[in-house]
């Protein structure tokens, strides 16, 4: 079985500021992908970040770093310069390469709030 | 190139009524994957295709939920005799291949709520 524990309900951040969003996982899968998402309050999913487990350095996309420290089972999110439309909720997600191939675990999410 | 597309965007139905609701995936896609999300329960999958076949329905919660896919294309997703407990935003969702590093789109998702 997989898990996703995502323990910050809601985040605040300024402005232009750095903020991370802290995902840990649980998985007895040697193979997997950890993603993450922002759902806006429009309602869509958007695909920010991924990391596959083998993956010597972490991943960056833009603004959004991935944090991966595989032996604590932790994949923290850095967005950097945090812009006013950062606000969103943040799902943090994995898949495995085993009997669960297919699906993506999602954590319980994150809302972040950034303020000017 | 258009992303994920699904129909209808809300629905209100009736305790007891049935319910389909479409997926269409970005064309090309060959996975395609049903996603609910509610308040209590967060986001849960449901089952996933990799062409017309369903190798994962385990997320389905009960046996009045039923999908399938057609011409390795649009998914169906039918509920019959729906429950109040099935209010819920239901999401689709696709990626090239079921590749465990293929970023899954997201459609805008189908607001069911049961009365």
């Known amino acids: 079985a997989q898990k996703i524990t995502q323990t910050q309900p809601g985040m605040f951040v300024q402005e232009k500021e750095a903020v991370t969003l802290d995902c840990t996982y649980d998985t007895s899968d040697p193979s997997y992908g950890l993603f993450w998402y922002k759902q806006p309050s429009s309602g869509e999913m958007i695909f920010l970040i991924y990391?596959?487990?083998?993956?010597?350095q972490n991943a960056t996309e833009g603004r959004y770093s991935l944090n991966f420290q595989k032996a604590r089972k932790s994949a923290n999110l850095v967005i950097s310069a945090s812009q006013l439309g950062d606000s969103a909720m943040y799902f943090c997600a994995m898949r495995g390469a085993g009997t669960s191939y297919g699906k993506l675990t999602f954590g319980q999410g994150t809302i972040l709030t950034v303020h000017p | 190139g258009a992303g994920v597309s699904q129909s209808p965007s809300n629905k209100v139905t009736e305790k007891g009524k049935d319910v389909e609701l479409r997926c269409d995936p970005i064309?090309?896609?060959?996975?395609l994957y049903w996603y609910r999300q509610s308040l209590g329960q967060g986001l849960e999958f449901l089952i996933y295709f990799q062409g017309n076949s369903a190798p994962d329905k385990s997320g389905l919660p009960s046996d009045r939920f039923s999908a399938e896919r057609t011409g390795g294309s649009v998914s169906t997703l039918t509920i019959q005799r729906t429950q109040q407990e099935d209010s819920a935003v239901y999401l689709c969702?696709?990626?090239?291949?079921?590749?465990?590093?293929?970023?899954?789109?997201f459609g805008p998702g189908t607001r069911l709520t049961v009365l």
């Open positions: 990391q596959g487990s083998y993956d010597q």
């Open positions: 969702a696709s990626s090239l291949t079921s590749g465990l590093a293929n970023e899954q789109f």
């Open positions: 064309s090309g896609h060959t996975a």
